[in-house]
């Protein structure tokens, strides 16, 4: 049957839209009123104000293939906020950061510390925090064939910016892992049990630190040399030997983890401070097993 149809005018009147109102509130900005620059006593400073999951293309340069990539990051910047302010101008956090997209945004550390300088001055205040979030990708052969496909890590770069202090930087990867249990393999007769990892670091660059060292994949080697054996995206049948014997010759507690993983980030100069957090999903158990150290040099 055919459905006579009102206009698309009628329709959205059917559904509720009316004509626009009289408009009485200037058009110009300049004659509107700034309620977020108003001045008074608001109580309480702010730590951190802006934006939030912000999603954009950015390019990433890599050691390891591919060595140059185009990804997709989420992007969260903030400043203080004085007691006597009442708002941010939340629109200039979104200005610089288009104005950085359009000359194409490239995930090193001496742009986007030029970037939290320049956004600082742009918003009048004296400090600015930029967080930002990206898949990092990485090709990884499989040990027999040498069949390659790309695996990814969780990476994340923060940047503090004081006008008085200057600049800290902090860089984060979670890899995924395997590892098997020493426990099940001492008192089995058969095999043992593994499980899926997932080893987020979490490293203080010195102030020095030169960008000739790849922070991805130093944390990435770090995690993955001391597990029971790596991922892999593309495993044929000797590549399936090849691992499951490496990680039955290699046991790993979630214990033993984050030890020997802090001990290869202890050996990096260019690393401050770090953290390590291993968790284990239990293949035997309904729980998660976890072990984290914080160290600082």
């Not at 930029?130 to 994340?156: C, D, I, Q, T």
């Not at 902090?170 to 393999?185: A, G, M, R, W």
């Not at 043992?192 to 203080?204: E, F």
């Not at 030890?259 to 990096?268: G, I, K, T």
């Amino acid at each position: 049957m055919k459905i006579h149809l009102p206009t698309k005018v009628d329709r959205h009147s059917l559904f509720g839209s009316v004509a626009p109102g009289q408009k009485t509130k200037p058009t110009k900005k300049h004659e509107m009123h700034d309620l977020q620059n108003s001045k008074n006593n608001f109580l309480f400073p702010i730590n951190n104000v802006g934006i939030s999951n912000v999603k954009i293309p950015v390019l990433v340069h890599s050691d390891l293939q591919p060595l140059s990539q185009t990804t997709v990051a989420s992007f969260s910047l903030t400043s203080s906020l004085p007691y006597n302010q009442k708002g941010t101008n939340m629109s200039r956090f979104v200005e610089q950061l288009e104005k950085y997209r359009q000359q194409g945004l490239t995930l090193n550390l001496h742009l986007l510390r030029d970037f939290v300088k320049e956004l600082s001055e742009r918003l009048l205040q004296t400090d600015v925090k930029l967080e930002v979030e990206f898949p990092w990708f990485y090709e990884r052969k499989g040990p027999s064939s040498g069949l390659a496909g790309l695996n990814h890590a969780k990476a994340k770069i923060e940047i503090l910016y004081n006008e008085e202090t200057g600049y800290s930087n902090e860089v984060t990867l979670e890899c995924v892992v395997t590892t098997l249990c020493p426990c099940s393999k001492e008192i089995s007769e058969y095999s043992a049990h593994n499980q899926r990892g997932y080893i987020t670091t979490k490293a203080q660059l010195s102030s020095d630190y030169d960008e000739k060292y790849d922070w991805k994949k130093t944390l990435l080697e770090a995690s993955e040399s001391n597990a029971s054996s790596r991922i892999h995206p593309v495993l044929k049948r000797t590549d399936e030997k090849a691992v499951t014997e490496e990680a039955y010759e290699n046991p790993r507690f979630v214990e033993d983890m984050v030890r020997l993983v802090a001990a290869d980030l202890y050996e990096v100069e260019w690393i401050t401070s770090f953290s390590v957090e291993c968790r284990n999903e239990e293949s035997i158990h309904l729980h998660d097993a976890i072990a984290s150290i914080t160290y600082t040099k």
